[in-house]
Nanobody
């Protein structure tokens, strides 16, 4: 069974930092690109960042470029978030397209206070 378990969320002041982690299991992790998405209250889920199978290629939404860094190792995928803003408040999900379906974890809440 494909599973993702996110962790590392929390409450942080504006300008602060957090590092999210995602542990993946149930599929050959190194064969898939990975992504982080987020969903703020009352808004649709949006893509935040993606990383290739090898980790050599990364992409970011314009809203987080220069502040967030996605990375991966054999244990999982990570999202380092710096210079956080109140508008970054959301539930953050890691995700991959596995066997033709986009799979999601349960998410981790990030709250940025002003």
């Amino acid at each position: 069974e494909v599973q993702f378990v996110e962790s590392g969320g929390g409450l942080v002041q504006s300008g602060g930092s957090l590092r999210l982690s995602c542990a993946a299991s149930g599929f050959t992790f190194n064969d898939y690109g990975m992504s982080w998405y987020r969903q703020a209250p009352g808004k649709e889920r949006e893509w935040v960042a993606g990383i290739s199978m090898s980790g050599g290629i990364t992409n970011y939404a314009d809203s987080v470029k220069g502040r967030f860094t996605i990375s991966r190792d054999i244990n999982g995928v990570y999202l380092a978030m710096n210079s956080l803003k109140p508008e970054d408040t959301a539930v953050y999900y890691c995700s991959a397209q596995v066997s033709g379906q986009r799979r999601w974890g349960q998410g981790t809440q990030v709250t940025v206070s002003s």
